[in-house]
């Protein structure tokens, strides 16, 4: 069995993917019924640790406490971390009487905001398949947030330091501008009245000009998420983005937006562990070359969604970040716009992890070895996984 304690980024991957088991009465109440719990793992290493999903009960790591210190152990080792206060603002209201917390979700250097949680996929029953219970979207709702509302989120978020990004997301809607055109008030009124950034996550438009004009607001940042790689496994799990926008747009929109926009600050997630590590990669050297920052985030099964490629190990997607950190600095992508984020292990926090130059030859001898091989077989796994999912989960409803 590996330590990973010693190395906080790589401890940060293993908690990620095998979350960790609550014990203790007081680390259980802190948590306080959220599916993951922040915590700060040493060199300032910022982790959200899922810790309500069934596979979390397998986890060998716990949290033990002393006193009014904490440490993560997995039984023979153990490490000291931090847990992180909820903040504050979560149990206020805005003056229309909207719990701050249904607003906005703070993720370390970035808090995101959801104007509207409405996402049309859902409507048609083609919803991304993952969605619902791992990114904190609540699908199909007619519940839109007045300006005033955000507003007075943002002031909440920036007057108790939370955060220096506002991300703004938003899902599926029809139009051609692929949600920007609903966020624009938002996001105008949020450069005219606070000195803060603002990162947006919204579908790519049909037409570039939506994506200049999403520079001309105020955006700093742009993402458009593709999420997975592979052409075959998109068109699965993502019906809704394939049909509607089409994986071609993604990569188009992407490529142009980062003409736009300064290095650096547009970006674009693949999830890991839902298709394999080898198509993750070809990902990440397809979005480096074209200068857009890959965001890779650990896949979370909750129960009725388990997509998960297996075997999915930290041993097995190691090299993976490893192989973003070189991309990264190969295309000189500027990495300060994208750190300290809770949910996600980021380019910056793996440079410790790389030595010199070795990540191309360790992924090469990585697939090339017994468990490289293996970890290739979750292709047709994760075909096999959907065929019996996308059967029992027909129901938006289920979602
Ligand atoms: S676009 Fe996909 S992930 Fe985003 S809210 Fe809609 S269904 Fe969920």
Redesign the pocket.
């Known amino acids: 069995m590996h330590n990973y304690l010693d190395n906080p980024a790589s401890l940060k991957i293993d908690l990620m993917l095998r979350g960790i088991r609550m014990e203790d009465p007081v680390v259980k109440a802190w948590a306080c019924g959220c599916s993951g719990i922040d915590m700060l793992l040493p060199q300032d290493t910022l982790v959200n640790i899922p810790c309500m999903e069934e596979f979390t009960r397998n986890s060998p790591y716990t949290v033990k406490r002393a006193g009014e210190r904490y440490f993560i152990t997995d039984g023979r080792a153990e490490v000291e971390v931090k847990l992180v206060e909820r903040p504050a603002f979560y149990s206020r209201k805005t003056t229309s009487g909207v719990q701050f917390s249904e607003i906005a979700s703070v993720h370390g250097s970035y808090t995101v905001i959801t104007p509207s949680p409405r996402?049309d996929?859902?409507n048609r029953s083609i919803?991304?398949r993952?969605?619902?219970g791992n990114?904190d979207?609540k699908?199909s709702s007619d519940v839109v947030y007045t300006i005033e509302d955000i507003l007075e989120t943002v002031e909440a978020v920036l007057k108790e330091k939370a955060s220096e990004v506002i991300y703004l997301s938003i899902?599926?809607s029809q139009g051609d501008d692929g949600g920007i055109a609903f966020l624009k008030p938002y996001i105008q009124a949020i450069k005219k009245s606070f000195n803060c950034l603002v990162a947006v996550e919204a579908?790519p438009p049909r037409d570039n000009r939506w994506i200049d004009e999403t520079y001309a607001m105020g955006a700093d940042s742009v993402l458009y998420n593709l999420e997975i790689f592979d052409k075959e496994l998109f068109e699965l799990i993502?019906p809704?983005?394939a049909s509607l926008v089409g994986r071609k747009r993604y990569l188009e929109s992407l490529k142009y937006a980062a003409k736009v926009f300064p290095n650096g600050t547009v970006a674009s997630h693949l999830i890991v562990g839902l298709e394999p590590p080898g198509s993750t990669c070809m990902g990440i050297d397809c979005f480096t070359d074209m200068g857009v920052v890959p965001i890779l985030p650990i896949y979370r099964p909750s129960a009725g969604k388990a997509l998960r490629i297996e075997p999915l190990t930290t041993e097995i997607i190691l090299p993976v970040y490893k192989h973003l950190y070189n991309a990264v600095k190969k295309n000189g992508i500027n990495l300060s716009w994208v750190r300290d984020i809770s949910m996600v292990t980021t380019p910056a926090e793996i440079r410790g992890l790389v030595d010199g130059g070795k990540g191309g030859t360790l992924m090469e001898s990585f697939y090339k070895s017994r468990i490289g091989l293996k970890a290739a077989w979750g292709l047709s796994t994760i075909r096999r996984k959907l065929r019996v999912v996308g059967s029992d989960d027909s129901d938006p409803s289920k979602h």
């Open positions: 996402c996929f859902f919803e991304c993952y969605c619902a990114f979207v699908g899902g599926f579908l993502c809704g983005r």
